[in-house]
């Protein structure tokens, strides 16, 4: 069995940009988060059905200095959030959560350019457990390729994925030119998620490598990887 999270969010936000390619951000989240099985049955009394009022307090910093927000050759992207659920204004859960990402791509010449990235998950609940709404996930196409979608880390009850409180995401890939409009790829990516931030460890990370082919076409950039 799977779960499913049905949420609503009402979101207040400030942005301050204090220089060239330098954005702070501060929010107020609202959100009501109903999570239920997909085979929910009404009449069962042991099903999964729950309705969670999240209250929660934002905080990002975002430094932008790539040449190209969706097909990047050169420069480097980090973002840092931390949020923070709060009793006092209307959550019925209280947690601490940051969420770190640095993208850098480097040119090597002829067309070559390396790319990579690295992505960090981290997350206390005080009194509970994170519930999965709010939990890290990792493997598929996003994250570790060469893994099913959000199949890393714990499992839960019916042995669905059950996602974690901390998360370690590498990838590392070279692009080529292949011929006109097609380039290929070769990666490697490594992550996995955890129970907890104590429990996590480069040891503990799955790898795959794979190859890959981008087709940069009018309407976007089309992908195709393998792993």
Known sequence: RSTISDRHRLTFEQQIRPAEGVTFSYSYNFDRDHTFQDDFDPNDPFAFNVTVDIARLDASLVFEHRDD???ATRGWFHASTIEWGVATLGSDLRFLKYVGQHYYFHPLGRGLVL??????????????????????FAGGGNTVRGYSQDSLGPLGFFGDPGGGSA??????????????????????DAGNVF??????????????VGLGLRAETPVGLFRLDYG
């Open 115 to 136: 790319a990579s990235a690295a992505r960090v998950g981290l997350g206390k609940g005080f009194g509970q457990e994170l519930i999965p709404s709010e939990r890290f």
């Open 167 to 188: 998360s370690l995401v590498f990838n590392q890939e070279l692009r080529l030119p292949v011929w006109n409009l097609f380039r290929g790829v070769g990666f490697v």
């Open 195 to 208: 129970s907890s931030v104590r429990d996590l460890s480069f040891r503990a990370l799955k790898v795959a």
């Open 69 to 71: 927000l969706f097909d």
